[in-house]
């Protein structure tokens, strides 16, 4: 009986030893897998309208004459095309050859996005390329699609001509009238003055601009100014007033459907008489003059306040060791 026992405690010593011996099973080979791809899109800026921006080109004699033709209707209507396919698009990029005049951007649009939106192509008349323009708005009514540029008169022009105008997104549902053909255009041009003569210690409402933004802008001409979604939006007094809060550092307060302050900490969006974010307190003093009223801030930087008809401050400059870190224009209550 003690040698059975002896001989089963063996036993089981050599089962655990051989056990033990044995590698483990190895985990069956996973499948091979097809390499991961990302499949090519369409390029995603300017894509959700209302957006707009500008294009460039050389000068264009076809276009010419049919600006020409819309002069002698003396209507003071710019020529402008809807374009709402891909192969449009491409037919108009190859005709007048234009492009894109801001960095960054492309002229990419596709089937994808004319599936629900279209492009406005809007030209303006084509002549020295130191004149500027910018998007007023593209605003669809029950008849027709109502469209305003913005031009800037330089002090001295240049000899060369050029093509400008913009490329505006839009919602394709809203650009037709009931029997399916497009709604008739009608592209305006209004000339804003340049501020260059104005006395240094007189503020006036053409020095409330920040860049292409300025009060009493309409919500509608702000969206395609922006061509971009807020970051964030907070609304208040049930929506009397709205602030948006972009990505690139501008700040706006909307009241009543109308632009009542910008502010900026983006170098970007000068001043009409030149001021940008980054400039010292001698340049501000110099194409301002004295400030009205300089407080002292929470986070120890210096405000520098000045004032319309000498009791409105509506433009201000925040200094933090006599550096311009932000600018602001509003309007008042």
Not at 123 to 149: M, P
Not at 265 to 273: F, I, K, V
Not at 281 to 286: A, G, M, P, R, S
Request: aromatic content about 10%; glycine content about 6%; proline content about 6%.
């Amino acid at each position: 009986m003690k040698k059975l026992s002896i001989l089963s405690i063996m036993l089981i010593l050599v089962f655990a030893l051989v056990a033990c011996a044995t590698p483990p099973a190895q985990p069956e080979p996973a499948p091979e897998q097809p390499p991961v791809t990302t499949p090519p899109v369409e390029d995603q800026s300017y894509t959700t309208p209302p957006f707009a921006f500008p294009i460039i080109g050389d000068y264009h004699e076809g276009l010419a004459e049919a600006q020409s033709a819309l002069r002698e209707k003396g209507e003071g209507q710019l020529f402008g095309l809807l374009i709402d396919n891909t192969a449009a698009w491409e037919k108009a990029i190859e005709t007048y050859g234009f492009k894109n005049a801001r960095e960054g951007q492309t002229l990419n649009y596709g089937d994808a996005y004319f599936e629900s939106y279209a492009l406005l192509l809007v030209f303006a008349d084509q002549g020295s390329s130191s004149v500027q323009y910018q998007f007023g708005k593209a605003e669809a009514t029950d008849y027709l699609i109502d469209v305003t540029l913005e031009q800037y008169m330089p002090e001295i022009g240049t000899t060369d001509i050029v093509m400008k105008g913009f490329v505006a997104g839009l919602e394709k549902e809203s650009l037709y009238l009931q029997d399916g053909s497009p709604k008739p255009l009608n592209i305006t041009q209004r000339t804003i003055p340049v501020v260059t003569d104005t006395p240094v210690d007189d503020l006036t409402i053409e020095d409330l601009r920040l860049g292409n933004l300025s009060v009493r802008l309409a919500a509608l001409e702000l969206d395609f100014r922006m061509a971009q979604q807020p970051e964030r939006v907070e609304v208040n007094h049930d929506g009397y007033e709205e602030t948006r809060y972009y990505e690139n550092g501008i700040e706006i307060m909307i009241i009543e459907n109308e632009v009542f302050m910008i502010s900026t900490d983006n170098p970007d969006y000068s001043t009409p008489r030149g001021l940008k974010v980054g400039d010292s307190l001698e340049t501000l003093t110099t194409l301002y003059g004295e400030a009205s009223v300089i407080e002292t801030l929470e986070n120890g930087n210096t405000l520098h306040s000045f004032d319309l008809s000498g009791e409105y401050h509506l433009f201000h400059a925040e200094l933090e060791d006599d550096t311009i870190v932000r600018l602001q224009v509003n309007l008042t209550m």
